[in-house]
């Protein structure tokens, strides 16, 4: 059994930051992909930001430059930078591990953390 746990949401004003971290924890072989989701109220999830297990990175339009997705192998945690907030970056953010036990790949998700960017 894998475990992630998430933490940093909260209410941020327009133009603040916040840093949320996604660890990862349980029966871990090794992780390759990681990512961060958002969903909005009355919206489908959507990719916000992807990693490899090599460093190779991908972002959605809406939060390129603002936002930087990077992990720390050692660890099996995955963070996410978010400069520049925005109020249509209010979500509820999911972090996402495919994760290697037993010879298999596995899609892992945490619980979600709320983001909410408003004055």
């Known amino acids: 059994q894998v475990q992630l746990v998430e933490s940093g949401g909260g209410l941020v004003q327009p133009g603040g930051s916040l840093r949320l971290s996604c660890a990862a924890s349980?029966?871990?072989?090794?992780?390759?992909?990681m990512g961060w989701y958002r969903q909005a109220p009355g919206k489908q999830r959507e990719l916000v930001a992807g990693?490899?297990?090599?460093?190779?990175?991908n972002y959605a339009d809406s939060v390129k430059g603002r936002f930087t997705i990077s992990r720390d192998n050692a660890k099996n945690t995955v963070y996410l930078q978010m400069n520049s907030l925005k109020p249509e970056d209010t979500a509820v953010y999911y972090c996402?591990?495919?994760?290697?036990?037993?010879?298999?790949?596995?899609?892992?998700w945490g619980q979600g953390t709320q983001v909410t960017v408003s004055s």
């Open positions: 990693i490899t297990s090599g460093g190779s990175t």
């Open positions: 996402k591990a495919v994760v290697v036990h037993s010879l298999y790949e596995y899609d892992y």
């Open positions: 349980g029966s871990i072989f090794s992780i390759n992909d």
